[in-house]
């Protein structure tokens, strides 16, 4: 019976030292990235900005299967096409400055009918530099 014992025991011990030396491991590695700089659960406490960098600024249907969302990353805003059938595509891409709100009734907002060409061209079309 005690040898039994004694087995189960050195066991127990065993196992305790295994995961005592990978929590060990595990807390010296997260240690070491919050001091890198590197973003983790320290980050925020560190001064970082909680604000997400990625927001979805506006989003229109523009047939039955393609949706046309407005994306603002950083200081950029990128105009993505997307549906059920193919990849998500960038249409355009401008500065933050340049985006007016769909939303915002007291800016005036030029409307272009869509011509023999389709909508994506139309997009491309209002949304291209000039000057």
């Given at each position: 019976?005690?040898?039994?014992?004694?087995?189960?025991?050195?066991?127990?011990?065993?196992?305790?030292?295994?995961?005592?030396?990978?929590?060990?491991?595990?807390?010296?590695?997260?240690?070491?990235?919050?001091?890198?700089?590197?973003p983790g659960r320290g980050?925020?406490?560190?001064?970082?900005?909680?604000?997400?960098?990625?927001?979805?600024?506006?989003?229109?249907?523009?047939?039955?299967?393609?949706?046309?969302?407005?994306l603002q990353f950083g200081?950029?805003?990128?105009?993505?096409?997307?549906?059920?059938?193919?990849?998500?595509?960038?249409?355009?891409?401008?500065?933050?400055?340049?985006?007016?709100?769909?939303?915002?009734?007291?800016?005036?907002?030029?409307?272009?009918?869509?011509?023999?060409?389709?909508?994506?061209?139309?997009?491309?079309?209002?949304?291209?530099?000039?000057?």
């Open positions: 019976m005690s040898g039994t014992f004694g087995l189960v025991l050195r066991s127990m011990l065993s196992l305790v030292v295994v995961l005592g030396l990978i929590g060990g491991v595990y807390w010296a590695v997260q240690r070491r990235r919050r001091s890198v700089g590197t980050s925020l406490r560190q001064g970082r900005s909680a604000k997400p960098q990625l927001q979805v600024l506006a989003r229109a249907t523009t047939s039955r299967a393609t949706v046309v969302t407005a200081d950029r805003v990128l105009l993505v096409s997307s549906n059920d059938q193919s990849a998500a595509s960038v249409i355009a891409s401008m500065a933050m400055t340049e985006w007016v709100d769909p939303e915002d009734r007291s800016v005036p907002v030029d409307v272009v009918a869509v011509g023999q060409n389709g909508i994506l061209d139309t997009l491309r079309t209002v949304t291209a530099r000039y000057g």
